[in-house]
Every structure is written in C-alpha cells, then in structure tokens.
C-alpha cells in the first residue's frame, strides 16, 4: 500500500504515473488504506467490525466501504449494493459525520460518482441510482419497513437504544444475494457490543490512535497521550481496547481507575518487593518488581500506600534481575527490600546479597495461595487506601485479571505477586501486629 511506502520510493512512483492516473490516484482508497483495519477483511463474514481509537480512521474506512458497495465500474455503472441504511446515534450525527464529514461519503467520492444529498428524503443518491438513507439509533421504529443489501453503523457502543435499532437493522438486511454491514466504534463495554463480538459472523479488525498519527496533529496526539496513555480511558479511547470486567475480579477497572487520582504523599517507608521467577531464559515467567511506599500516619488502619514504580523485568538472569531490584531500591531510597523465597530458598537471598551485602532484605513465604493472599490488598484499594502514582499498564492488566477463581489471564501474575508483598509488608502485616494484642485482651 502506498500509505506505508518511504517518501524517496513515494515519490518515484508518482512521478512515473500519467497525468490521468495521477488525477485518479487520489479517489483509489485501496491504495492508500491502512492495511490493519481499513480494508475489509477476507472470509465469509455478515458483520466488519472495526474497533479504533479516537482519530484511528474508523470513519473513513465505513466511507469507503459504502463507496465499494454501490459504485460500479463507470460512474452510472450498477454496483453490488443499491439500497444502503447509514444509522449514527442521531440523525445530526449521522448526517455531520457520515454524510458531510471530514471523512464523510461526500468528501471521499470522485466528482463523476460524487451523490447528491436531498435533504427532504435524508438519503444520498448516486448517478447510478443506488440510495443511502440515514437513520437515528435512538428512532428504532424509523427502521422498521425500509428494506436494504448493505448498512453501516457508525458508533454503536455509543446508541441508547442500541438492542432495539440492531434487532429493527436485522430485519431490514434483507434484499441481495449476501447483505453485509460495516461498525464503526470506539469501544465501550456494552452488552451488544460484547454479543457481536461473539458472534461467528463477525469480523473484526482495530487500531489504535497512533496508527493514523500521519492524518493527526502532533499536538492533539503528543496532549492526549501523555494525559490519558496507560489510563482505562485511554486505552479505550486512545487504543481501542474493550475494557471488560472479568467474572470475579479482585480488582475491577473502576478500582483501578480510582486508584490514579492525583493524591500528595509523604511517605514514611519505602520497600521494593520482588517475586523471583522459578526458572531463567527467554521463555521464563517475568520476575516481578514493584517498588510502593506507605504514609503511616496515626493507627495502621488508617495508612494509605502508593505503589510508586513497576520495575519488572522478563527473560533475563537471575543475576540481572537481582541487579535491577538492588538499582530500583537505591533510587527510590527504599528501606527495605522483600523477595518471595518459596521457590528460590537461600539462592535469592545469596544473589542479593552478592550485589550489594548491605540492603536490609526480609524473606517473605508463601503459606497460602496466590487468591488468598491478594483478597487483603484488592480490599484495601476497595477502601481507597492505595494509589498508583502513574498508570502502570501491565501490573493493571494483571491485577485486572485475578479472579477469586485465580488468574484468567496468561502466564503468571508475576507483578500482582510482588505488589502484593510490598502490601502485605507496608500495609497488612503492620495492622495485624496493631491489633492482635487488642484483639486478646478482649
């Protein structure tokens, strides 16, 4: 695709073309596509779902599609498609965004295929006789009647009335040999979104913000990514992703969102807990990292925590790892360091201490397992006693996916483990120690 060829190579190959194909290059969208989400996908799919970030170029790719549908080979050529519904969250939006937008129909169509709006029938009409009519999510009913061998719907996790306008489009999807339908969406996590995504007539194909940073303002992607990078908004709106809750989870994303409001700190003790890997090499489990600090103001169960850096590290020695954790633990001016030694014994206390002899060092063993030992701290982030200082996206991902059933996700919770051994040493073990002298004299 000419989107992703060097400038040298670029402009050699425009340079060659004739002035007629050169006037055409523009309107020929499969060449200038963005290969990961713009072009449809191969397969014998119903629904084209494309999840994007703000910006990704969602928009233009449902333009076009609708392009590739109705026009045909000359411009009062029929096409595949000739009754087309375009349904936006409102009839406004879909007629600013997919009608007249930047990226709209119009914009992207060849003066000889270019539409006609009129107004009065809110539909589009091509030379060739094809009609696009535009529709509102939030009319379900203006659905029902109209017949149609192609739509596009354009950011449906957002339509309130999202079932019901989907049920009434299905209906409607019902002349041609194969009706198809392009989303358009920034994801959020809503039951339908979550049923089409299932569903084994859906294809889908996502980018993130950055992959149209070409088509962008540096200054809007540079802004928006050092705001919200890393964050649970920005990985929906910036990267695309479905944001979803895990049946179970010890810490929703909604926890975890809270955790990063801003919050002064004077922290009075700093620890860098680490969970050694039981094996080393490329293919080893990540050594987790993670350095936290307490504000141990009045009675242990009023401290707050606030986990300051995730330093872990993956497919390295345990030399190196020990080197990282040592390093970690003089930057942040740690007071102690606390390694998990069920697996390693005497040998991570050894590696430590042959990196440097004198960091004050606490062996920490596993009596219980991963979800009994994790439950205390979730319950401490449910009270709001734990920040993050920034958002830490693969500790989140993790912590996001430990479950009272245990770790729904892949391969071992390495940074959910050390964090919560910084916890357990700066938050839980200190209140336990508080109280169990109270708790006999009762």
Request: proline share 7%; with cysteine; net charge neutral.
């Amino acid at each position: 695709m000419l989107s992703g060829l060097p400038e040298r190579e670029l402009g050699a190959f425009l340079n060659a073309l004739s002035p007629n194909a050169l006037l055409s290059l523009p309107w020929l969208f499969e060449h200038w596509a963005l290969p990961g989400h713009q072009l449809p996908p191969e397969g014998d799919w119903t629904t084209w779902m494309i999840l994007g970030g703000r910006g990704a170029g969602k928009t233009r790719a449902g333009s076009e599609w609708i392009r590739a549908q109705v026009e045909g080979g000359k411009p009062g050529d029929p096409g595949r498609c000739s009754r087309v519904a375009l349904v936006g969250e409102t009839l406004d939006q879909a007629r600013e965004v997919m009608i007249f937008g930047e990226s709209g129909i119009l914009r992207c169509s060849p003066p000889d295929r270019r539409p006609v709006w009129q107004a009065g029938r809110k539909a589009l009409v091509w030379p060739n006789g094809a009609i696009a009519q535009i529709f509102s999510a939030s009319d379900p009913e203006s659905l029902r009647g109209p017949q149609f061998d192609a739509a596009w719907c354009d950011e449906l996790a957002k339509w309130r009335k999202a079932e019901a306008a989907w049920d009434m489009l299905q209906f409607g999807l019902r002349l041609g040999d194969n009706p198809r339908q392009v989303v358009t969406t920034t994801p959020r996590n809503t039951p339908l979104l979550r049923r089409l995504l299932e569903e084994p007539g859906t294809a889908v194909t996502r980018a993130p913000t950055e992959a149209n940073r070409m088509h962008l303002a540096r200054s809007f992607l540079q802004a928006v990514t050092k705001r919200y990078g890393g964050t649970r908004l920005g990985r929906q709106e910036l990267d695309g992703e479905l944001m979803l809750d895990v049946e179970g989870a010890l810490w929703t994303w909604d926890m975890l969102e809270a955790a990063r409001a801003p919050r002064a700190f004077e922290l009075d003790r700093v620890v860098v807990a680490v969970d050694p890997p039981v094996t080393s090499g490329a293919s080893a489990d990540a050594c987790g990292i993670v350095v936290a600090g307490v504000e141990a103001k009045g009675p242990p169960q009023d401290w707050a925590a606030q986990v300051i850096a995730d330093g872990s590290i993956a497919g390295v020695s345990p030399r190196a790892w020990a080197e990282r954790a040592v390093a970690l633990f003089h930057a942040h001016r740690a007071d102690r360091l606390v390694a998990e030694v069920n697996q390693g014994g005497e040998l991570v206390a050894a590696l430590i201490r042959q990196v440097d002899p004198l960091v004050p060092f606490r062996a920490v063993r596993a009596s219980r397992g991963k979800v009994a030992r994790a439950e205390p701290v979730a319950a401490l982030y449910e009270q709001g006693r734990v920040s993050h200082r920034e958002p830490f996206r693969e500790l989140e991902a993790e912590m996001a996916a430990m479950t009272t059933s245990g770790f729904a996700g892949s391969g071992s919770p390495d940074r959910v483990d050390a964090l919560v051994w910084a916890m357990t040493d700066l938050m839980i073990d200190p209140a336990a120690s508080y109280l169990e002298p109270r708790i006999r004299r009762l």
